[in-house]
């Protein structure tokens, strides 16, 4: 059974980082991209990063281009994603994703999903 665990999300002021992460299990972990959407209230899921198997190819929404990065440790089954110059647009539920493909990638190309964690910016 693939389990995807979010943690590290929070509260921050406008101009902070933070570093989310998700950890993995039952699956291969190395053999899948993974992605990270998010969610706001009263919006549809949209993409934010995405990363290959082998953590050599990324991709970004624009809106986060430049500002946040996408990482993963294949040894320790975790994707981070490193977020900063946070903005309060950025404040949604994040979630990662397993299962889909790195570029450019749509939400329903992903079968497995964490629960989320929050990330609230505050101006």
Do not use: H
Not at 20 to 34: H, I
Not at 110 to 123: E, H, K, R, Y
């Amino acid at each position: 059974q693939v389990q995807l665990v979010e943690s590290g999300g929070g509260l921050v002021q406008a101009g902070g980082s933070l570093r989310p992460s998700c950890a993995a299990s039952g699956l291969t972990f190395s053999t899948y991209a993974m992605g990270w959407f998010r969610q706001a209230p009263g919006k549809e899921r949209q993409f934010v990063a995405a990363i290959s198997w082998g953590g050599d190819n990324t991709y970004y929404a624009d809106s986060v281009k430049g500002r946040f990065t996408i990482s993963r440790d294949n040894a320790k089954n975790t994707v981070y994603l490193q977020m900063n110059s946070l903005k309060p647009e950025d404040t949604a539920v994040y979630y990662c994703a397993a299962g889909g493909r790195w570029y450019a990638p749509r939400p329903d190309e992903f079968g497995a999903w964490g629960q989320g964690t929050q990330v609230t910016v505050s101006s």
